[in-house]
């Protein structure tokens, strides 16, 4: 083979490996990136590789399109310092625009008796939304991988999910309900071996949690102990799952539509009160019936809406005896059987 052949060969095989994004999905994308996208940057391995991978995409127009923002949650004392320092170095580094914040999380998330997980979740994402809302920017990119899709959905396979937890996490959603912002996953069907490798062959700097490694945690215990001896009865495993979720979120879209065309049939609305006819969704079956009570049980505010919670109102309030019952639901809201309609409404507080 001739030199100029070798370096072709050469070339065409680095910039397979190189290329970590799906780049027809990413296309399809309309207004990415030109729309302007806020990089959720940690300063690990995953979170640095995709600002890197983004920054190389974007070429020469990157400080028109990226915007770097950090979240500093003081969970770790001087190494979360250090890593906030890490981020606003590379975004220094790379010529982009950088917004970093600190927040007493685990302080927060006892005011609040909340799980410090969600608490930091939340907290998060109420900072990139607020950080893309200032900038203009139309994207908030996470470096969510494959890895992380894997665990998201075995996690809730463990711990008794329904059909939508199968989904696991989506590669494009809005940021929140009435915000034209998405959060966009550009890793999500990577391998994290794959990025690490990239990060090596790169020299993309990056910090190591220590926490990650430590297997109390559920999380990790999966990661480092489980999901290994799953592989070696499936070395395919992140693609089987990733398959999975894509296919369920499929169902899922299209029975949300039917879900929806009942409601505007039969449900009466007024506000956040809900009243649904007892006789019509007696005689549905109980697929359905689920999806549609989930539905108008579980608004995005308030705290998940559990399987228990639909079969308590089937059990209790669609029966023959359920005339003048009530359930309390998640944050405060209730489901209570009124003749022949379940009604959801806020609690009563007496004044």
Not at 72 to 87: E, I, K, P, Y
Not at 268 to 297: C, D, F, K
Request: net charge positive.
């Amino acid at each position: 083979m001739s030199e100029h052949l070798v370096k072709v060969a050469r070339f065409a095989a680095r910039s397979a490996t190189d290329n970590l994004l799906d780049d027809g999905w990413l296309r399809a994308v309309d207004g990415f990136p030109e729309g302007g996208v806020v990089v959720a940057v940690s300063g690990g391995l995953d979170s640095m590789t995709l600002l890197h991978v983004l920054r190389e995409r974007c070429g020469a127009a990157a400080a028109r399109h990226l915007h770097v923002a950090h979240l500093d949650h003081r969970l770790r004392g001087a190494a979360s310092a250090a890593d906030a320092q890490l981020v606003v170095e590379t975004a220094k580094r790379l010529g982009l625009d950088w917004t970093v914040e600190t927040v007493d999380v685990r302080h927060k998330a006892v005011a609040e008796h909340g799980n410090i997980e969600a608490v930091a979740r939340r907290i998060r994402y109420a900072f990139l939304q607020r950080t893309a809302e200032r900038v203009g920017a139309a994207f908030i990119a996470t470096a969510h991988t494959q890895n992380d899709q894997v665990e998201t959905i075995l996690l809730r396979l463990v711990r008794g999910t329904g059909p939508d937890g199968l989904t696991g996490i989506l590669p494009l959603r809005s940021v929140a309900d009435g915000s034209s912002i998405r959060v966009i996953r550009p890793l999500l069907t990577t391998p994290r071996a794959r990025i690490a490798a990239y990060a090596q062959r790169h020299g993309v700097p990056f910090r190591e949690d220590a926490s990650n490694r430590d297997l109390t945690r559920t999380r990790n215990r999966l990661r480092h102990v489980v999901i290994p001896e799953l592989e070696r009865l499936n070395p395919q495993l992140g693609e089987a799952l990733g398959r999975l979720g894509r296919l369920v979120q499929e169902d899922g879209e299209y029975l949300k539509t039917i879900v929806a065309a009942w409601l505007e049939r039969h449900a009466r609305r007024a506000g956040r009160r809900w009243a649904l006819p007892v006789a019509e969704l007696r005689v549905l079956s109980p697929s359905l019936r689920h999806r549609i009570l989930h539905t108008v049980a579980q608004q995005k505010e308030y705290p998940a809406v559990a399987l228990h919670h639909i079969e308590a109102i089937e059990q209790t309030l669609l029966t023959d005896d359920g005339v003048g019952k009530c359930l309390n639901l998640t944050g405060g809201r209730q489901v209570r059987r009124v003749a022949d309609a379940l009604v959801f409404t806020e609690a009563y507080i007496p004044r």
